[in-house]
C-alpha cells in the first residue's frame, strides 16, 4: 500500500493509495514539520550499523520514518523504549539491536559566527 504525508496549512494528512486516488486517512496537526509530501512509502529500512541523521516525519503502529536529507528510512518501533517527537531532529543509532535517539549535532539556520 502506498503512502503519504501531505502537510500544508498547518495539518498533516496521511493519505493512501486506492484506485489511482489519494484518500485521506488521517488529519493531525502538523506541529513543526515543514509543509510539503513527504512520500513515506519510498521508505527504505534503517541499516542498524549506521547512524541516521534527521527529522521525524511519522509515526504508525509498526515504524517510525525519519527524513534523512532526501532520502526516507524507517525504523521498527519495537526497538524504541520512548517514541521521538515528530517534526524534531534526532541522530538514531542501534546499540545491541536497540534504537538509542540523542538529539541531533546538526543544527539548521543561519546565525553569526
Not at 43 to 60: C, E, F, M, P
Not at 80 to 89: A, L, R, T
Request: hydrophobic letters at 35%; zero cysteines; aromatic letters at 8%.
Amino acid at each position: 500500500m502506498k503512502q503519504r504525508l501531505l502537510v500544508m496549512n498547518g495539518q498533516r494528512l496521511v493519505q493512501s493509495e486506492q484506485g489511482g486516488q489519494w484518500k485521506t486517512d488521517k488529519v493531525e496537526k502538523a506541529g513543526t514539520l515543514k509543509p510539503g509530501i513527504y512520500n513515506i512509502h519510498l521508505s527504505s529500512q534503517a541499516d542498524k550499523s549506521k547512524t541516521q541523521d534527521g527529522v521525524i516525519i511519522y509515526v504508525d503502529r509498526e515504524h517510525v520514518y525519519q527524513q534523512v536529507g532526501k532520502s526516507f528510512f524507517k525504523h521498527d518501533r519495537i526497538d524504541f523504549d520512548k517514541v521521538p517527537e515528530i517534526g524534531s531532529h534526532f541522530s538514531v543509532k542501534y546499540d545491541g539491536g536497540k534504537a538509542v535517539v540523542s538529539a541531533s549535532a546538526i543544527k539548521l539556520g543561519r546565525g553569526i559566527s
